[in-house]
């Protein structure tokens, strides 16, 4: 088989060209931002154990609050969200 044959019957592959800035391989997030993620996570929890929103009283104080949004609700918009 002559150079030319192989040639003609070899694929040709497509070649892609990409223009900017290449994406890096492994994205790198600051120690600030991962510090300050565990730390609100951190006040949420210590807020929900001390003030109580946890457990049966915490349940009952959701129903509190929602009856509570139910009735501003009603008084602001006038439609109830319950019927």
Request: proline share 4%.
């Amino acid at each position: 088989m002559s150079e030319e044959e192989r040639n003609e019957s070899s694929k040709e592959l497509p070649i892609v060209i990409e223009y900017g800035e290449p994406e890096p391989a492994d994205r790198m997030v600051s120690l600030a931002s991962v510090i300050s993620v565990v730390a609100a996570v951190c006040i949420a929890h210590f807020l929900i154990v001390v003030g109580g929103l946890s457990g049966a009283r915490g349940y009952a104080k959701l129903q509190a609050a929602g009856e509570w949004f139910d009735s501003i609700w009603q008084q602001t918009v006038g439609f109830n969200s319950s019927a």
